[in-house]
């Protein structure tokens, strides 16, 4: 079973960049697809981003240019690179894994969740 911890998180002003890492346990890290969530204050958990073990990434259009999902299989880690960042991107963050390595979008696709990161963009 795969275990997902997050970080990177923090406050940063609008324009600026993160870069979120989610670290993974379990030697079945490079089978699984992986994505990354977000939750707003109030709002439901949405899709950000994913990336099949082969590479294959997929975005939600309101990141799409501004973020890129990377991972890498040897460190057993996702990334979250996120640039030009906006006050509406301000939200809990969350790492995700999927047995069955396809491009999902929806939260019941998912096996595996982290335990988020607070990104927070301020005006």
Same mark, same amino acid.
């Given at each position: ?7 990177g998180?923090?406050l940063v002003?609008a324009?600026?960049?993160?870069r979120? /890492?989610? $670290?993974?346990?379990? %030697?079945?890290f /490079? ?5 990354w969530?977000r939750?707003a204050?109030?709002?439901? !958990?949405e899709f @950000? $981003?994913t #990336?099949?073990s082969?590479? !294959?990434? *997929? *975005?939600a259009?309101s990141?799409?240019g501004r973020f890129? #999902?990377s991972?890498?299989? &040897?460190? #057993?880690t &996702?990334y979250?690179q996120?640039?030009s960042l906006k006050p509406e991107?301000? &939200?809990?963050? *969350?790492? $995700? $894994?999927? !047995?069955?390595n396809?491009?999902g979008? %929806?939260i019941a696709?998912y096996?595996?969740?982290?335990q988020?990161?607070? @990104?927070t963009v301020? /005006?």
């Amino acid at each position: 079973q795969v275990q997902l911890v997050e970080s990177g998180g923090g406050l940063v002003q609008a324009g600026g960049s993160l870069r979120l /890492s989610c $670290a993974a346990s379990g %030697r079945t890290f /490079s089978n699984y697809a992986m994505a990354w969530f977000r939750q707003a204050p109030g709002k439901a !958990r949405e899709f @950000v $981003a994913t #990336i099949t073990s082969g590479g !294959r990434t *997929y *975005y939600a259009d309101s990141v799409k240019g501004r973020f890129t #999902i990377s991972r890498d299989n &040897a460190k #057993i880690t &996702a990334y979250l690179q996120m640039n030009s960042l906006k006050p509406e991107d301000t &939200a809990v963050y *969350y790492c $995700a $894994a999927d !047995r069955s390595n396809v491009l999902g979008t %929806r939260i019941a696709n998912y096996d595996v969740w982290g335990q988020g990161t607070q @990104v927070t963009v301020s /005006s």
